[in-house]
């Protein structure tokens, strides 16, 4: 069964008297394991797009299906709920709480979801700090890290809490060629060990060429859709 | 909720010059309020204390008659037994320490060329030290009772004014017993200044003798003040003047004996007035704390929308939301508050133990007859350090509720998107 099934989605926007078809349209499944890279020119609707598969937006029509529960009707608390326990997030630009230490940085999505005891929540973000090689950084800040380093961070964080999903927002956009590589390689490695479905929006092609399924769109609507 | 404290602990902590001047605004505002009040009561014990001192004593016996006709200042009405009352008085608590006779009538003091009225004091002049402190307080000359007979001692402001210096002569005439005029002249003896306007710009005081010559009496006494221990405060004083006047009251028939609640009820009741005008001015201040703690917190969330925004993503309820910033206020306004206290402590152990000269304060500016001079000393005042922490807490959460509401209801593509 596909893990995320989308059925003709709109997004309207009014922006004044102008009408803004963000999304015009859009279907398509995720299958489980999916390493799918969105891609399109600015103002095509790609973060308009993630922003709604991720639960953080509502179409204006449409029908968004995570394993077979449409989410149409849920309220922001279901929404909220259902983004805590099936979706993370990778952003472009790290979003890692400054206060918080590595180690605490990844184990907030576990303290949010408070289904597990202090200690079972730090062995879960030790082992994830190893998983994406950042061991011996635990209790640094993310002001003591580069930026590939935070990017890892932000990676570790994503999964730690073992979702369905993690959505990345152009990810390697802050980051240099040899450091986005790095971290795409790292993002595809995991998706190889865990299964872990990843869709995210880039760019870049280096990014686009590692993707092994890559949607483009264009004013909204679904241009192409290869699997290599 | 650990993760919460942390979280809002580390951010008070990062921004520490943000943090720091919220921390002082609120240090000042709290202070500032604690020691005012302080002042205010300092204010108040030193004005009350020079009552007692100087004019009206811990408690005054009186007859209902003479009271009832006081405005007239008659030579009736006195006390029938005043040496069986002093002895009555000084058995009634063990706090009271003396009691002295006085009456007073209306007089005119003459220097030859001018003459200004006046009510003149009638006192024995050793006894009366032990209840007032005219004796300490002269500039010129001496007290009644190393003057020889035939004396008098003035107020340095009504000598002043009539031009007048120790070792002059001033008429002093006045209606009798008999209700005709006498005059007799006096020896200045001795010129007095004390914290009471009244005394300096009024003050005639003479012995028994001398008042019994003029006036045509015989011994008329027409009240006894009563000294007591000194106490600890403002409150403890009234206090004990209202319980030992009952107590006074009930063993004395015939008397009437005043607290000092009765004889100052005019200040207390002025006090009452000055006293909501001040904490309208405190309030004020506390205000500004208040307004620079909202200010904080708002360019705390305002800082960190996107921060925000990445926990509500991962989802955090807006409810958790409004507690992490809630804590933050929090947090600044109990270290603010405890600041504020300790800082206003420290105004006020100075007050108490050294004290403001109030000359240097007021100056020679006139304070509506105020009897305002001397050293001004603070009075230690728990329930407003209480009120200063709880109010300095409570703006503090109130203050950080409104941004941190603003903050939770925010949709996280917004705030995803805030730069």
Redesign the interface.
């Known amino acids: 069964m596909s893990v995320l099934q989308l059925k003709d989605l709109k997004r309207i926007y009014r922006k004044g008297d102008t009408e803004v078809r963000a999304l015009d349209g859009v279907s398509m499944n995720v299958e489980p394991g999916e390493f799918l890279a969105i891609v399109g020119p600015s103002g095509s609707g790609k973060t308009t797009l993630l ?1 709604i598969i ?1 639960c ?2 509502k179409p204006t029509s449409g029908e968004v299906i995570y394993d077979g529960t449409p989410l149409g009707t849920a309220t922001p ?1 279901q929404l ?2 259902y ?3 099936r979706i ?2 990778i ?1 472009q ?1 790290y ?1 890692l ?4 230490t590595v180690v ?1 940085n990844v ?3 576990l ?3 408070k289904r597990h005891d202090k200690k079972v929540m730090r062995a879960k973000a030790l082992e994830m700090l190893a998983a994406v090689g950042l061991e011996g950084k635990e209790h640094r800040y993310p002001r003591e890290l580069s930026g590939g380093q935070e990017q890892r961070v932000a990676i570790a964080r994503a999964l730690v809490k073992e979702p369905a999903v993690v959505l990345a927002d152009e990810p390697t956009a802050n980051l240099d060629s040899r450091t986005a590589e790095e971290t795409v390689d790292l993002m595809r490695r995991i998706n190889a060990e865990r299964g872990t479905t990843f869709v995210f929006s880039t760019h870049d092609k280096m990014v686009m060429e590692k993707a092994r399924r890559v949607i483009t769109i264009r004013d909204g609507k679904i241009l192409l859709d290869e699997v290599k | 909720m650990g993760t919460l404290w942390k979280i809002a602990a580390r951010n008070v902590l990062r921004h520490k010059r943000r943090t720091l001047i919220t921390g002082i605004v609120m240090t000042m505002g709290i202070g500032m309020f604690i020691m005012m009040d302080s002042m205010l009561i300092g204010m108040d014990r030193l004005t009350i204390d020079n009552m007692v001192d100087y004019t009206e004593s811990f408690m005054k016996i009186r007859t209902p008659e003479y009271v009832n006709n006081l405005q007239g200042t008659p030579l009736d009405y006195g006390i029938p037994d005043p040496e069986g009352a002093m002895k009555a008085v000084l058995a009634v608590d063990r706090r009271i320490t003396a009691a002295a006779p006085r009456s007073r009538f209306v007089a005119s003091v003459s220097n030859y060329e001018d003459a200004l009225p006046t009510i003149a004091t009638v006192v024995d002049p050793a006894r009366d030290g032990a209840v007032f402190q005219l004796a300490d307080s002269m500039v010129a000359g001496a007290w009644l009772d190393a003057a020889g007979p035939g004396s008098v001692v003035l107020g340095s402001g009504l000598a002043e004014e009539l031009s007048l210096k120790v070792g002059d002569y001033v008429v002093v005439s006045a209606s009798t017993a008999y209700e005709n005029v006498n005059a007799d002249e006096y020896l200045v003896a001795g010129l007095v200044s004390s914290p009471m306007p009244e005394i300096n710009n009024g003050g005639l005081f003479m012995t028994f003798a001398a008042a019994d010559e003029l006036l045509g009496t015989s011994g008329f006494v027409s009240e006894i003040v009563v000294a007591t221990e000194r106490m600890p405060n403002l409150g403890s004083l009234l206090a004990a003047s209202s319980e030992v006047a009952a107590k006074a009251n009930k063993t004395m028939p015939g008397l009437r004996v005043d607290p000092l609640t009765e004889l100052a009820k005019d200040y207390l009741a002025m006090r009452a007035m000055k006293g909501k005008a001040s904490y309208f001015i405190i309030m004020v201040v506390l205000l500004i704390a208040a307004v620079g703690i909202v200010n904080t917190i708002l360019m705390s969330v305002y800082a960190r929308i996107r921060e925000i925004g990445v926990l509500k993503a991962y989802g955090m309820s807006p409810k958790e939301i409004q507690r992490l910033f809630t804590l933050e206020g929090i947090i600044i306004g109990a270290v603010g508050s405890a600041g504020g206290v300790l800082f206003g402590a420290a105004l006020v152990w100075y007050m108490v133990t050294t004290g403001f000269p109030m000359g240097a304060i007021v100056g020679k500016v006139d304070m509506g007859g105020l009897p305002l001079t001397g050293t001004l000393y603070g009075e230690w005042n728990p329930g407003s350090m209480a009120f200063g922490f709880a109010f300095g807490f409570v703006v503090a959460f109130i203050a950080a509720r409104i941004p941190a509401k603003r903050a939770s209801k925010m949709e996280v593509t917004d705030a995803l998107r805030f730069v």
């Not at chain 1, 709480?97 to 918080?100: A, D, E, N």
């Open positions: 922003n991720g953080l937006d608390k909220s709920d983004r805590k326990d993370s997030f952003f630009s979003n709480i400054p206060v918080l605490e184990e907030l999505p303290v949010i979801e």
